[in-house]
């Protein structure tokens, strides 16, 4: 175990300097100091005080009308959204207090639900949103390449938005949802790349980067949990980019992405009419929230340690908020480090965000060991968490349990609370996740309620 408490007192250029020390393989460059420098310059950054600027800046009347244009009003709160520091709630009612009627926010409210609707996928298939949710809905005619090719690593395909779209998620981590899409697509439908290749390199770079949105999107981009696979022609990137990356680009006229959405289709998939998918059904998950495990009663827990998670790296956390006094840890879960790969841009948002936390312990190590050891120190007989859909840390909640319990000899486990988040909609409904559609219809009359109302 290493504390890394230490670095959260740095100046952002020192601690981008630290992290890619004690992180090399975050630098993602061939020029370490190229890496730190795009990495000090980073647009957005983590914290509470960055996130309400941000907030304080949406208009949800312009998103609508604009938000599939790359120039559009859209939020940009993905990044704090993703780490805890603002609630979908919080968004929520911001949205309806700065629309003139409900309706106005109806649009941003309902991309509020598809990240609320990834997370209750990601709670009930848990990794297996790295796997193909069904089959797929058609069949390409290529060959399958299992990682991203070097020429789109280092942004020279020839085509002038690819190359642009991969520089962006490199030196921003972040991407409109249209490039997201548009570089996705492209990377499946027309270089064969396996689309969990290119899930994880997204993954690895966006300051957003959550497995549940990330991997499901990928997965709603290639056909394997969608009706069809998602394809972008020419006329749909120039429409939305006002011809930016069109009109200089060498390839016009003759580009892979030449065509109707049929023409495409036709190009890229086979007639395989063998094809057969049932309805797609998926069970709701148990809810994460308000669990007591453990065999001690939590009513004779009084002494918690506060375990934040990478959903939750704010004093905003519910359970920050549900215990004040209590000391909090963030463990640093290298198995977490080795899978995801974060970049450094990552790192430091992430650091930034912790450092907002007053009395936080940053420690690297196996969280299950980091927990169970701060707890012992601390004298603390029980952990709070946040809620979470994250099935790496549902694993480490039972671990801990039974390592506690097994070490302390008496059957008495370290009890694990989780807290919920503030509500952004009535769930109690819903009987089936197998497609957006179906779920938002049972939850949006009540996510278009403010919280005050909502009950």
């Not at 647009?43 to 009347?61: C, F, T, Y």
């Not at 003139?100 to 009930?124: C, F, N």
């Not at 394997?224 to 200089?248: A, I, M």
Request: glycine fraction near 6%; charge should be neutral; aromatic fraction near 8%.
């Amino acid at each position: 175990m290493l504390d890394l408490s230490r670095l959260l007192d740095l100046p952002r250029p020192h601690l981008a300097a630290a992290l890619a020390g004690q992180f090399p393989e975050a630098v993602h460059s061939s020029e370490r100091a190229g890496a730190i420098a795009a990495a000090t310059s980073l647009w957005a950054r983590g914290g509470r005080v960055a996130a309400l600027e941000q907030l304080a800046s949406i208009d949800p009347e312009a998103y609508g009308r604009t938000r599939n244009h790359v120039s559009g009003a859209v939020t940009r709160l993905s990044p704090w959204l993703r780490h805890g520091v603002l609630s979908l709630a919080e968004v929520r009612d911001a949205a309806l207090s700065r629309a003139r009627r409900p309706e106005d926010a109806a649009k941003l409210i309902s991309e509020l639900g598809w990240r609320d609707y990834w997370q209750q996928v990601y709670a009930a298939v848990g990794d297996r949103i790295r796997e193909p949710i069904e089959l797929q809905a058609q069949t390409s005619r290529l060959a399958v390449l299992e990682q991203v090719p070097p020429d789109v690593l280092a942004a020279q395909t020839g085509m002038h938005c690819i190359d642009a779209f991969v520089e962006k998620l490199h030196h921003a981590g972040w991407l409109h949802n249209h490039e997201r899409m548009w570089l996705a697509s492209w990377l499946v439908h027309v270089r064969g790349v396996r689309w969990q290749a290119g899930a994880d390199w997204f993954l690895s770079h966006l300051i957003d980067g959550d497995p549940a949105s990330n991997h499901l999107s990928w997965q709603w981009v290639a056909g394997t949990f969608s009706s069809k696979p998602y394809l972008f022609n020419r006329e749909n990137l120039e429409t939305f980019t006002d011809g930016v990356h069109c009109q200089p680009c060498g390839l016009r006229g003759s580009c892979s992405v030449e065509g109707s959405y049929e023409e495409l289709a036709a190009r890229w998939f086979t007639a395989d009419s063998s094809i057969s998918r049932e309805p797609l059904r998926i069970r709701p998950p148990q809810n994460d929230a308000v669990r007591r495990t453990g065999t001690k009663p939590m009513a004779a827990a009084q002494r918690p340690l506060v375990w934040l998670t990478l959903d939750s790296v704010a004093a905003v956390s519910p359970a920050v908020a549900a215990h004040t006094e209590a000391p909090r840890v963030f463990p640093i879960d290298p198995d977490w480090l080795a899978t995801e790969r974060p970049s450094l841009n990552r790192l430091l948002f992430l650091f930034e965000c912790l450092a907002d936390v007053p009395r936080v312990e940053v420690i690297l190590g196996d969280p299950r060991q980091v927990m169970i050891e701060r707890a012992r120190t601390h004298g603390c007989d029980c952990l709070v968490r946040a809620e979470t859909s994250c099935p790496r840390i549902r694993r480490t909640t039972a671990a801990i349990e039974s390592a506690s319990a097994g070490a302390q000899g008496d059957g008495a486990s370290l009890p694990v609370e989780t807290v919920p988040w503030p509500r952004f909609c009535d769930r109690s409904r819903v009987r089936d996740l197998g497609r957006f559609s179906r779920y938002w219809q049972q939850v949006v009359h009540s996510a278009m309620k403010p919280t005050h109302a909502s009950g």
